[in-house]
């Protein structure tokens, strides 16, 4: 074996270990990436006998959030359009707006 061998070889070999590292220190980062949250939540299913369909997920601030009752409201105690107690619905994060019925099924929340 001459010294020009040796020394190719000892190059090449340099460049493995190199490359192996490079590729090493790529993914222990891509790894200790903070991973995103999810957002679940829980409906509760006794909810079911009252509730037949809901505004669920990600909504923006501008957009309104429904709630399809199963049966229709008592029109003795609330009148379709008038505004409901605040108390009624619970946003994270907070936002102001009005709870009204929409129709004697619909409950709607619009934002201000």
Known sequence: MNTFELTTKTVIMKKRIFGLLILSFGLIIS????????????????????????????VS?????????????????????????????????GMDGVARYSDPYTIEFVPE
């Open 31 to 58: 790894a200790c990436k903070p991973k995103q949250e999810e957002t679940s939540s829980y409906v509760n299913p006794e909810f079911s006998a009252y509730v037949s369909a809901f505004t669920s997920g990600d």
């Open 61 to 93: 601030r501008g957009k309104s959030v429904k709630i399809v009752l199963t049966q229709p409201i008592d029109t003795a105690k609330f009148r379709i359009g008038e505004a409901l107690p605040e108390s009624l619905f619970d946003f994270s994060p």
